[in-house]
């Protein structure tokens, strides 16, 4: 049961099945996933949650905001 794994940079994969468990903490919305970024995208909200070794960081206060 491997739930991260590591990608072609060293990097910590995201379970993207996880993301179907976690939604906005603001909103309760939907969240989509950015591979590129690393990060869990609320468009409701505008902010993108920063993924860090494999683990979502589901705070507000770590939440970048979206232009």
Do not use: N, W
């Not at 683990?55 to 206060?61: E, F, G, N, Q």
């Amino acid at each position: 049961m491997s739930e991260t794994r590591q990608g072609g940079t060293g990097q910590a994969v995201f379970d993207r099945r996880m993301l179907e468990a976690l939604v906005c903490p603001v909103t309760q919305a939907t969240l989509s996933y950015d591979a590129e970024r690393q990060e869990l995208v609320s468009k409701a909200a505008h902010l993108a949650f920063p993924i860090r070794g494999g683990i979502p960081i589901m705070l507000v206060s770590e939440a970048r905001e979206l232009d």
